[in-house]
């Protein structure tokens, strides 16, 4: 079984609307989107694309918010500090891809190293917090997380923001990344805070 695989197979084990289940879940799917980049071309590549961005924007802004002061409590400051650093990379290779032709000869090996540090950071979360949060939380808990995740999933949103339409300066400022996370944000209730 592929990676995919396993995660849906273990998310199947819980309740649909457990965090941990959820967060699997989105796990399996961009391993599949990364599948599905690599060879696509053209504009269906591009949407791909635009599909994974928008995906790895609700789930960092789901983990920062919703997921990281748990597992701050329940697996420590370091796993929590580890875990943001990693994002925080992730972020920086994301926003080299975002400058690129996707049709372009560089485009496909940056996306690979993009897609071996989302996918390093989905295996550490898995190894490290996912079971601190399943053993400090009960179901109960972990639903109450997940269903506000669900929640915030279904607003959020899937185009850069518009403050940053219409604006190559903006767009340049905030990237499109960021101001997409900046809305899933919004969307889970928290706000924007600094990016840096």
Known sequence: ?????????????????????????????????????????????????????????????????????????????????ARNEEEEEAGRILAELERMDPDGSQFEAKLGEFEKAVGEHADHEEREEFPAVRTGCSQEQRQKMGKRLLRAERTAPTHPHPAAAGSPAAQWAVGPFASLLDRARDAMGGGTRPRG
């Open 1 to 81: 079984m592929s990676n995919a695989a396993l995660e849906r197979a273990e998310a199947a084990k819980l309740p649909h609307d457990d965090i941990i289940a959820v967060l699997l879940t989105q796990h399996a799917r961009m391993r599949d989107l990364f599948a599905e980049v690599h060879v696509s071309l053209g504009e269906e590549k591009r949407a791909k694309f635009a599909e994974l961005r928008a995906l790895l924007a609700v789930h960092e802004a789901a983990e920062e918010m919703i997921l990281r002061p748990v597992a701050k409590r329940e697996a420590g400051e370091r796993e929590a500090v």
